[in-house]
């Protein structure tokens, strides 16, 4: 059994327009590169091209591909997170669970036998936070973890 939570779609709308901005910032430089060293116009209809590739491949990836947490029936894997902390980990090694706020976001915090922890803004995930929980605790019933969500 396992569970894939990809990333939400406001956060993903979020990337996307970073993205699509850091393109046009692309575009923008190189238009200017290709103006001020008198190269073929084919240079600059390249580099946009490639540019609008580059875009459409990772708003696939972000939008189809990209998940943010792994339940499997060994342990979990964290991927997207800056600031996660121990980005996988065998339910067996799980202590317990918390729910927390952390920087005004709500977060769940898994702490490891060994003092290290991870931290996941439930915001981040598609679906419904409390859905989430209710998995996470699944699967650390199954792996024979802590069995509450404090």
């Known amino acids: 059994m396992s569970s894939v939570y990809p990333i939400s779609q406001p956060l993903a709308a979020r990337i996307l327009g970073v993205m699509l901005a850091g ?31 580059a875009l459409l491949v990772g708003g696939f990836w972000l939008t189809r591909r990209a998940s943010v947490v792994h339940l499997e029936e060994a342990g979990y894997r964290v991927r997207l997170v800056r600031g996660a902390g121990v980005k996988q ?44 929980v209710k998995d996470l605790q699944q699967h650390l019933n199954t792996g024979h973890g802590y069995r509450r969500i404090n």
């Open 89 to 132: 980990a065998r339910w067996t090694d799980v202590e317990d669970v918390v729910a927390t706020t952390v920087g005004r976001e709500k977060c769940i915090v898994l702490r490891l036998r060994n003092g290290g922890t991870t931290t996941i803004p439930v915001r981040m995930l598609a679906g419904s936070p409390d859905a989430f």
């Open 23 to 53: 393109v046009g910032a692309f575009v923008v430089l190189l238009t200017l590169v290709v103006g001020l060293l008198d190269l073929p116009p084919v240079v600059l209809a390249a580099g946009i091209v490639v540019a609008v590739l």
